[in-house]
């Protein structure tokens, strides 16, 4: 009877064993991830990762717009009134939008918090807000400019989202060297446990999956523009760029952790019911470019030829 016991007592030791040995290897395949989002000062500047990678979309974005407008016998000139008008919007954009849809009753509810509207440093961006000011900009920048230089609306935004979907690539990236905008927990090998946010499980890096997801659908744009131009109609790529983008992001936001509290008791958060609107026009957009069937590069009007006068030479 003893021995039994004693075979008992050994055989679960050996289980407790087993089992702690599985998990230290489990643990062995997370990331531990603890980046400074600080990539250095200069004085009391602190040059953030997120700052970097932020930039470094415009950067992409200037040099796919040279090739469009070079491509298409556009005047370049008017890449530097397009820039600023998609920083400011971007920036504007997506600080109104993260107010307004997450926290209103903090940045309206007290002049405290009202002032940090104005502050974007202190983090807190949508990227749905910068969606809908980026519209707008664009409309604006189509009425000004786009008439007399044989372009419109939709051409413009045809262009635009392929590079947006790159710039949208690098926030994300800026977004996990943030550790922030992760998932729930995972037993995936891959998850991540963000120390620097106290962090003791491992999460769904879903700020690699965005950003990859971000960058098949620009590389797969880019295909298409270059090899398929002439194939597609006007509409196409910003439809299948709404469709993609935000119909990827619908997806992943079911293993996202709430970005804010009033998010836990609802069925869909916030930027579910946000991308909606954005999946729903872009399938209307993709029906459209096929019914218009409208050229999707710019049509230059053809200089009037002259005919030659036949009246008669003066006499000497």
């Not at 939008?97 to 502050?119: K, L, N, R, T, V």
Request: glycine share 8%.
């Amino acid at each position: 009877m003893q021995n039994l016991h004693h075979t008992d007592g050994l055989y679960a030791l050996i289980r407790i064993f087993a089992r702690i040995n599985h998990c230290s290897m489990l643990n062995l395949l997370y990331v531990h991830w603890h980046v400074n989002p600080i990539l250095f000062h200069i004085g009391s500047l602190e040059i953030r990762w997120y700052g970097l990678l932020f930039v470094s979309g415009f950067v992409i974005g200037w040099y796919l717009f040279k090739w469009f407008f070079t491509r298409e016998k556009v005047d370049t000139k008017l890449m530097d009134p397009l820039l600023y008008t998609l920083l400011i919007a971007t920036i504007v954009g997506a600080r109104l939008g993260h107010c307004i849809f997450y926290q209103p009753d903090y940045y309206f509810g007290s002049w405290a918090g009202f002032w940090e509207i104005f502050m974007p440093w202190k983090g807190g961006l949508a990227s749905h807000g910068g969606a809908i000011a980026l519209l707008l900009a664009m409309w604006w920048f189509a009425v000004h400019y786009g008439r007399k230089n044989d372009f419109d609306f939709l051409w413009i935004m045809d262009r635009l989202c392929i590079t947006v979907a790159f710039a949208g690539c690098m926030i994300r990236l800026g977004n996990l060297f943030n550790s922030e905008i992760y998932g729930d927990v995972t037993t995936l090998p891959w998850g991540f446990i963000f120390d620097l946010r106290g962090e003791t499980e491992p999460k769904h890096p879903t700020q690699l999956y965005e950003a990859l997801s971000y960058l098949l659908l620009g590389l797969a744009l880019v295909w298409v523009y270059k090899y398929k131009l002439d194939k597609v109609h006007r509409g196409f790529f910003f439809g299948l760029f709404l469709l993609g983008c935000f119909g990827s992001r619908f997806l992943i936001e079911f293993i996202k952790e709430p970005q804010v509290e009033f998010e836990q008791t609802m069925a869909l958060d916030m930027g579910q019911i946000l991308s909606i609107p954005f999946i729903l026009a872009g399938i209307g957009l993709l029906v459209y470019a096929a019914k218009a069937k409208k050229p999707a590069a710019v049509v230059h009007p053809q200089p009037v030829r002259k005919e030659p006068t036949h009246f008669a030479r003066p006499l000497n």
